[in-house]
């Protein structure tokens, strides 16, 4: 972890900051309402933290051949690069929060692993979202278990880092006032 701090700088977090923002704003505006325009309002497997086996068939039949495609593409190939950015930001942010608070090298280092374990959440429900896609209408009660575990287990994830990033800005500013 020693290793670490001497890329918990503001530029380097910048650096993944950029990419994190257009591939999120793209897949919020754009490639998201693409989908949404087939699946009749119903959400898509990303942002639907818990889904069962019917929501899974209901979903996929209600997108229909056009609608899954375009999950597939544009959606969830770009989703598949979406973690490379928001792991990295949010692990190189939130050091550099430890690290200005005077927290680096403390306890608190061991949540740095949680954008980490969530970004390879995100990585099994995109497969997962992909194989459930390709595979329809054959597919399986244990995939969409794994799926809806893995979308919650990302949706948590997500959560905890953005409070961890308030928790450290809150204790930076403290300590500076100290």
């Keep these: 972890m020693k290793r670490l701090n001497q ?6 977090v910048l650096l993944f ?3 994190t923002l257009l591939i999120y704003v793209y897949m919020l505006f754009i490639s998201m309402p693409a989908i949404e325009a ?5 959400p898509i497997f990303d942002l639907k933290p ?7 068939i209901k979903l996929l039949e209600t997108l229909g051949t056009e ?12 989703d598949m690069f979406f973690p490379l950015a ?13 690290k200005k608070s005077k927290l680096y090298g403390t306890a608190f280092n061991y949540t740095l692993l949680i954008p980490v374990i969530t970004g390879l959440a995100d990585y099994g429900e995109n497969i997962s979202s992909i194989i459930l896609i390709n ?9 969409v278990e794994f799926a809806s575990a893995c979308t919650i287990v990302k ?3 997500l959560v905890l880092s953005i409070f961890m990033l308030m928790l450290y800005g809150v204790l930076m500013f403290c300590r500076k006032n100290d």
Excluded at 7 to 12: A, L, M
Excluded at 38 to 42: D, H, K, N, V
Excluded at 68 to 78: D, H, K, S, T, W
Excluded at 86 to 98: A, K
């Design 17 to 19: 900051f950029f990419p």
């Design 7 to 12: 890329y918990f700088t503001g530029k380097i």
């Design 86 to 98: 928001y792991v990295p930001f949010l692990v190189l942010l939130s050091g550099l929060l430890l």
């Design 50 to 56: 818990g889904y069962d086996y019917a929501y899974a």
């Design 135 to 143: 595979s329809f209408p054959d597919i399986s009660v244990p995939l």
């Design 155 to 157: 949706s948590i994830g």
């Design 67 to 78: 609608g899954r495609l375009a999950y597939i593409f544009p959606q969830l190939i770009l």
């Design 38 to 42: 087939f699946s009749s309002g119903l």
